[in-house]
């Protein structure tokens, strides 16, 4: 009960943040120095967290569709010598960090938004497509021997009992493969993407720590915020199915 009256309020000052950035200059002004101004106005904070929020949720759904397709894939009996070829692409973006990818990547899609989807749908293939490989290859052989009883084909044993039942260990690697790739998503507006990353810049550029402040408290809270959402998922996902989470 308390933990979720302590996320309550944190939502609500984040988006009384978002929405009136100025009525919390108080709280950030012991940050600053020489009279530098406490709260970030070059771009509207709620605008940067939009766009910010944007494209993590596209880098996020192609990472999703991806892995998940290729754990379904290297799972069916026709796939399974696919499996290392899989484990090799998915594995790209943990071996490179994100700034070697933008580096790679800006010269041939130019600065913005692109070498930033980029280097997050990679970094956010590995978790989720492990979650997957792991949860369709332990599912209760009772199960899926009852749904070959039933005289299922298998397209309907894939999406009518293999993916429900794997649905909350899946929601368990996008939740982690969310919540690093709103982290690192900061990162893109060193290549010009419109990122919460640039009220962190120029609190660092300025040595103005209320914006340092300021961006990393709006990232930090809604990775809480995203985190604990997706348990919420993870959980009404597994009762829908009779299962138990183990965390």
Do not use: C, W
């Not at 293939?125 to 332990?138: G, K």
């Not at 260990?169 to 010009?192: D, E, F, H, M, Q």
């Amino acid at each position: 009960m308390i933990a979720r009256l302590l996320l309550a309020l944190a939502a609500l000052f984040l988006v009384a943040f978002l929405l009136s950035p100025e009525s919390f200059a108080a709280l950030f002004q012991p940050l600053t120095k020489n009279g530098a101004p406490p709260i970030y106005t070059q771009t509207a904070l709620l605008s940067l967290t939009l766009s910010h929020l944007g494209l993590v949720a596209l880098a996020v759904l192609a990472s999703t569709i991806v892995a998940v397709g290729l754990g379904v894939l290297v799972t069916r009996p026709a796939g399974a010598e696919f499996l290392p070829l899989a484990r090799v692409i998915t594995s790209v973006g943990q071996t490179f960090p994100p700034v070697a990818v933008l580096a790679l990547a800006v010269p041939a899609m130019g600065f913005g938004a692109g070498p930033t989807l980029v280097a997050l749908f990679l970094y956010g293939l590995l978790p989720i497509f492990e979650n997957t490989l792991t949860a369709l290859q332990n599912l209760p052989p009772s199960v899926t021997e009852a749904a070959r009883g039933m005289g299922l084909t298998r397209r309907q044993r894939l999406f009518q009992v293999e993916l429900p039942l794997a649905l909350p260990v899946i929601l368990a690697g996008v939740r982690l493969t969310a919540v690093i790739s709103l982290a690192t998503a900061t990162i893109g507006s060193t290549v010009a993407a419109r990122t919460l990353g640039e009220v962190i810049i120029a609190g660092l550029l300025s040595a103005n720590t209320a914006f340092v402040v300021q961006g990393g408290l709006i990232v930090g809270l809604i990775a809480v915020l995203i985190y604990e959402g997706f348990q919420l998922a993870e959980s009404a996902a597994a009762r829908r199915t009779g299962q138990r989470l183990s965390d």
